[in-house]
């Protein structure tokens, strides 16, 4: 017998399992209970404070997520489905991963135990950096203005706003204007900040300091990446991938010892 969540104080629905029930059932009676998306925000909020209903839905809309729906529409969370949003959540935080590839690292089996990256061994002692971003080709898809507000829940305001702040830039084709994977997760990025009253002109500072980024890495690795030979320009780009990796973990690292400061 199901017992209401608003008996449990915390947002939980207890599933009864007793006697024969559970000894003829194991595989219920390793899953006791249910949560609500309430509890499952705050079993997660130590871990990840900014966690919020809202994000656990959007990840759902973008079928990073299937929770169990009651017939009255209510969605309920295994335990199961709260390590896979635990997960998903430290792939976002701690390897800056579009939900594309993380949608990507899920299908592929990805637990959240970290692994190196094939071919990315550790040499001479120095630590295996797994690359979170990719500067190969995309997948080439492109999404129309309708697609990506629909998807990503922005105002159109927001996006030609991002556009005039030269943010996203998108490409015209037949008098409309798509946007490739990448822009479509910034501006989902965006419209999340937009919420706690970000608009684009405040992102200027997101776009030089990327823009300054690029630009020192790029002379740490214009030599090789100009090569004519193909091994060489290979061995540049999956190190320009590395650094990219690391110097987005040390920026990282930095934010939150100055975000620290401020709620000493």
């Given at each position: ?7 449990t ?10 006697g ?7 595989e ?12 499952v925000?705050k079993?997660?909020?130590?871990e ?14 973008q079928?990073?997520?299937?929770p169990?729906r ?20 430290r792939m ?6 579009p ?9 592929a ?6 692994t ?19 500067v ?16 990503t ?18 490409e015209?084709?037949g008098?409309m204007?798509y ?9 989902a ?13 405040n992102l200027?500072?997101f ?16 030599p090789?990446?100009?090569s004519?030979?193909p ?9 320009l ?6 110097a987005?973990h ?15």
């Amino acid at each position: 017998m199901a017992v209401p969540a608003s008996q449990t104080g915390v947002g939980e629905l207890e599933i009864d399992i007793s006697g024969d029930a559970a000894a003829g059932r194991p595989e219920v009676a390793k899953r006791q209970k249910s949560l609500t998306i309430g509890a499952v925000c705050k079993a997660l909020a130590q871990e990840f404070p900014d966690i919020s209903i809202s994000k656990i839905r959007y990840l759902e809309d973008q079928k990073l997520l299937t929770p169990r729906r009651t017939p009255g529409g209510y969605r309920l969370y295994t335990q199961g489905d709260v390590a896979r949003l635990r997960t998903i959540l430290r792939m976002q935080r701690d390897e800056f991963l579009p939900l594309r590839v993380i949608r990507q690292e899920l299908a592929a089996g990805r637990s959240g135990e970290a692994t190196p990256a094939p071919g990315r061994a550790a040499r001479d002692g120095m630590r295996a950096w797994r690359p979170s971003v990719s500067v190969r080709e995309s997948s080439g898809a492109l999404y129309s203005m309708d697609d990506v507000l629909e998807e990503t829940k922005a105002e159109g305001k927001l996006v030609r706003e991002l556009e005039e702040y030269g943010v996203v830039k998108g490409e015209m084709r037949g008098g409309m204007r798509y946007f490739d994977e990448t822009e479509r997760e910034i501006i989902a990025a965006v419209a999340e900040l937009a919420r706690y009253g970000v608009g684009g002109r405040n992102l200027r500072v997101f776009r030089s300091s990327a823009d300054r980024e690029a630009n020192l890495l790029q002379q740490i690795l214009a030599p090789a990446l100009r090569s004519r030979n193909p091994q060489r320009r290979k061995e540049a780009v999956e190190a320009l991938e590395n650094l990219a990796a690391v110097a987005t973990h040390l920026k990282h690292l930095l934010l939150i010892r100055d975000l620290r400061k401020i709620v000493r």
